[in-house]
């Protein structure tokens, strides 16, 4: 009887103590919930932030291709300047996902499963941090900041999905690299799912090769071999989409392309000049002041991701959200050294002394999550009042009303800039084609067409004439409207305060 109550009560005490957790709420749960409260349930927030690209819109129209046909499209069903064009669609499975939460729930669906998407990209910011050593308080408000800081991309588009990934990925490998975990085998078939969702996956390969080549330089060879081992699972994995090795070498492509990404917003340098772009800057400088500090300590893989990430955030914005995902438990790690080593100097009673042992104290209730949490987002979902929800795309922002009032715009050749073009393809599915859209695969020489339209160069009109344009929709006062205006192969058949709409005479 002793025998067996010895060996059976260390294994019933552990599960009576997990399934406490499980039933007790935590800190980490009411962050969780306040991330999306302030994110997207306060005065100036909302979640209709979500949908102010128009990339959503065109994501719902593929999806609902591939739902309504059961199969996977390889050429362009969008456009009448391309029509039958080889096309991959990176990201079919978010597509798919966004279609069928779209006819589920309406754009409710999609924008609250983005809103929970993000706040778990902040909350695992959080934790990552936690793993690193860093102090909880200071954790929190590096969080924040780093929230601020990808305020840039919060939008219902398949690279949250690359940014969530990413920052599940540093987690693990921030535990691994403090001591071997088998966690790490979870990346391979974290691998293959996100093959499907987004091709940002790329980046975990330029992430496992700085943890390689690091580990080399550290003269840690077990490391580097099971890291090494570990890339070549995970680029098995990612043969697991369906068009196999065609996808690696279409990424590649448009990566290495001349001259197409010179015209997409997202592939230009970073201004410094939105709130958003200020927050990364902090981290930038924070960051590449660290890398300095890790070289002295003889530490490679910290500063080689820092500055390979640092690099493609300048020349690119797009990448600003992969840096901030990288450096943000970095520096929360390494102010939370400073910070600790200056308040052991401090008496006991001191402000300092009592700040970090409530930060010691609470950090258990930050690193564990309970089933409260799901009935706070079950709660958000279903008891929040109906007006806070969106019903469909911004009016100002979007060309709603124009489209309602002329649905011979699903059967004309129409020219109308890529964002609006995504908006139409959707509000007219399946009857609309469009001049261009938001996919980058239409060629250098459409995108020098299209820029020389929508600035008014001189002669641009006759890119009109080549198409057989016969309707044109822009933008309420741009330099396109005031050439057509001044044309008199064009006249204005209607306008509001979002857009006008012009037709040949």
Same mark, same amino acid.
């Given at each position: 009887?002793?025998?067996?109550?010895?060996?059976?009560?260390?294994?019933i005490?552990?599960?009576?103590?997990?399934?406490?957790?499980?039933?007790?709420?935590?800190?980490? /749960?009411l962050f969780?919930?306040?991330?999306?409260?302030?994110?997207?349930?306060?005065?100036?927030?909302?979640?209709?932030?979500?949908l102010w690209?128009?990339?959503?819109?065109?994501?719902?129209?593929?999806?609902?291709?591939?739902?309504?046909?059961?199969?996977?499209?390889?050429a362009?069903?969008?456009?009448?300047?391309?029509?039958?064009?080889?096309?991959?669609?990176?990201?079919?499975?978010?597509?798919?996902?966004?279609?069928?939460?779209?006819?589920?729930?309406?754009?409710?669906?999609?924008?609250?499963?983005?809103?929970v998407?993000?706040?778990?990209?902040?909350?695992i910011?959080?934790?990552?941090?936690?793993?690193?050593?860093?102090?909880?308080?200071?954790?929190?408000?590096?969080?924040?900041?780093?929230?601020?800081?990808?305020?840039?991309?919060?939008?219902?588009?398949?690279?949250?999905?690359?940014?969530?990934?990413?920052?599940?990925?540093?987690?693990?490998?921030?535990?691994?690299?403090?001591?071997?975990?088998?966690?790490?085998?979870?990346?391979?078939?974290?691998?293959? @799912?996100?093959?499907?969702?987004?091709?940002?996956?790329t980046?975990?390969?330029?992430?496992?090769?700085?943890?390689v080549?690091?580990?080399?330089?550290?003269?840690?060879s077990?490391?580097?071999?099971?890291?090494?081992?570990?890339?070549?699972?995970? *680029?098995?994995?990612?043969?697991?989409?369906?068009?196999?090795?065609?996808?690696?070498?279409?990424?590649?492509?448009?990566?290495?392309?001349?001259?197409?990404?010179?015209?997409?917003? #997202?592939?230009q340098?970073?201004?410094?000049?939105?709130?958003?772009?200020?927050?990364?800057?902090?981290?930038?400088?924070?960051?590449?002041?660290?890398?300095?500090?890790?070289?002295?300590?003889?530490?490679?893989?910290?500063?080689?991701l820092?500055?390979?990430?640092?690099?493609?955030?300048?020349?690119?914005?797009?990448?600003?959200?992969?840096?901030?995902?990288l450096?943000?438990?970095?520096?929360?790690?390494?102010?939370?050294?400073?910070?600790?080593?200056?308040?052991?100097?401090?008496?006991?009673a001191? *402000? *300092?002394?009592?700040?970090?042992?409530?930060?010691?104290?609470k +950090?258990?209730?930050?690193?564990?999550?309970?089933?409260?949490?799901?009935?706070?987002?079950?709660?958000?979902?279903?008891?929040?009042?109906? #007006?806070?929800?969106?019903?469909?795309?911004?009016?100002?922002?979007?060309?709603?009303?124009?489209?309602?009032?002329?649905?011979? =715009?699903?059967?004309?050749?129409?020219?109308?800039?890529?964002?609006?073009?995504?908006?139409l393809?959707?509000?007219?599915?399946?009857?609309?084609?469009?001049?261009? /859209?938001?996919?980058?695969?239409?060629?250098?020489?459409m995108?020098?067409?299209?820029?020389?339209?929508?600035?008014a160069?001189?002669?641009?009109l006759?890119?009109?004439?080549?198409?057989?344009?016969? +309707?044109?929709?822009?933008q309420?006062?741009?330099?396109?409207?005031? =050439?057509?205006?001044?044309?008199?192969?064009?006249? @204005? @058949? /209607?306008?509001?305060?979002?857009?006008?709409?012009?037709?040949?005479?």
């Amino acid at each position: 009887m002793g025998s067996a109550t010895a060996t059976t009560t260390p294994l019933i005490q552990p599960r009576a103590h997990a399934l406490k957790n499980w039933l007790s709420p935590s800190l980490g /749960d009411l962050f969780f919930l306040a991330v999306i409260a302030w994110s997207f349930m306060t005065s100036g927030t909302g979640w209709s932030r979500l949908l102010w690209d128009g990339d959503t819109a065109i994501h719902i129209a593929t999806g609902n291709w591939i739902l309504d046909h059961g199969k996977i499209p390889t050429a362009d069903p969008f456009s009448f300047t391309q029509p039958g064009a080889p096309w991959i669609p990176y990201e079919w499975g978010t597509e798919v996902l966004f279609a069928q939460l779209n006819h589920a729930f309406g754009l409710k669906g999609i924008v609250f499963v983005c809103g929970v998407a993000i706040a778990a990209l902040i909350v695992i910011l959080l934790r990552t941090m936690l793993i690193a050593g860093a102090d909880i308080l200071l954790s929190v408000v590096i969080a924040l900041f780093a929230s601020n800081a990808l305020l840039i991309h919060y939008h219902a588009r398949p690279h949250l999905f690359t940014l969530l990934f990413l920052a599940i990925t540093a987690a693990i490998i921030t535990k691994d690299r403090i001591r071997h975990t088998r966690l790490i085998w979870l990346l391979p078939p974290l691998t293959a @799912v996100w093959v499907n969702l987004h091709p940002g996956f790329t980046i975990l390969f330029a992430y496992l090769g700085v943890l390689v080549i690091g580990s080399v330089l550290e003269g840690a060879s077990t490391s580097a071999k099971r890291y090494a081992w570990l890339t070549l699972a995970c *680029a098995a994995a990612t043969l697991a989409n369906p068009f196999g090795y065609k996808l690696h070498l279409d990424v590649l492509s448009f990566l290495h392309s001349n001259g197409t990404t010179e015209f997409i917003q #997202e592939f230009q340098s970073p201004t410094f000049r939105s709130q958003a772009q200020l927050f990364y800057m902090g981290f930038l400088l924070a960051g590449l002041a660290l890398c300095g500090l890790y070289f002295s300590r003889r530490k490679f893989v910290e500063p080689l991701l820092l500055a390979g990430t640092a690099y493609a955030s300048l020349t690119a914005i797009r990448h600003s959200t992969i840096f901030v995902v990288l450096a943000a438990p970095m520096i929360a790690a390494e102010l939370s050294r400073y910070w600790q080593a200056w308040v052991a100097s401090q008496p006991r009673a001191s *402000a *300092a002394r009592i700040l970090d042992g409530l930060s010691a104290e609470k +950090r258990a209730a930050f690193s564990r999550s309970s089933v409260w949490l799901l009935a706070g987002l079950a709660a958000i979902f279903f008891w929040t009042p109906a #007006e806070m929800w969106p019903t469909g795309f911004d009016k100002k922002m979007f060309p709603v009303e124009q489209a309602a009032r002329h649905p011979e =715009l699903s059967s004309a050749r129409l020219f109308t800039p890529d964002q609006w073009a995504d908006y139409l393809l959707y509000a007219n599915y399946p009857r609309q084609t469009v001049f261009y /859209d938001d996919r980058a695969f239409y060629g250098v020489k459409m995108y020098r067409d299209v820029s020389a339209l929508l600035t008014a160069q001189p002669g641009s009109l006759a890119t009109l004439d080549r198409y057989q344009i016969t +309707r044109v929709l822009i933008q309420f006062h741009s330099p396109l409207s005031a =050439l057509l205006r001044e044309s008199k192969a064009w006249q @204005v @058949v /209607d306008q509001d305060s979002t857009a006008e709409l012009f037709a040949r005479r």
